[in-house]
């Protein structure tokens, strides 16, 4: 089983920043996703989830209105619009798949660095 994401960087504050994150080895729809961060010296947290077909979603209060959780079943990959990011956005950023039947079954990406500069 394999998470890869994509699509961090370095960005000003304003800006976007779009990540991806494909998923190899599992039966992608029956897996819920999400997207949790981990700035330094803090705890992960939860940003965005999204059902396994995609009809729910929710977000941290910090994001709701900024970014946005999607995904296409067909690519086996799930997106994370990010707009009008802030300087406190800045963390390593890890796709998470748990599946909706199992919940103890569960993966991880090894994490996409986003950077925003003030």
């Known amino acids: 089983v394999q998470l890869v994401e994509s699509g961090g960087g370095l960005v000003q504050a304003g800006g976007s920043l779009r990540l991806s994150c494909v998923a190899s080895?599992?039966?992608?729809?029956?897996?819920?996703m999400a997207w949790y961060r981990q700035a330094p010296g803090k705890q992960r947290e939860l940003v965005a989830s999204?059902?396994?077909?995609?009809?729910?979603?929710n977000y941290v209060d910090s994001v709701k209105g900024r970014f946005t959780i999607s995904r296409d079943n067909a690519k086996n990959t799930v997106y994370l619009q990010m707009n009008s990011l802030k300087p406190e956005d800045t963390a390593v950023y890890y796709c998470?798949?748990?599946?909706?039947?199992?919940?103890?079954?569960?993966?991880w990406g090894q994490g996409t660095q986003v950077t925003v500069s003030s």
């Open positions: 998470n798949a748990r599946h909706i039947q199992f919940s103890s079954i569960e993966y």
């Open positions: 080895g599992i039966t992608f729809s029956r897996y819920a």
């Open positions: 999204i059902t396994s077909g995609g009809g729910s979603t």
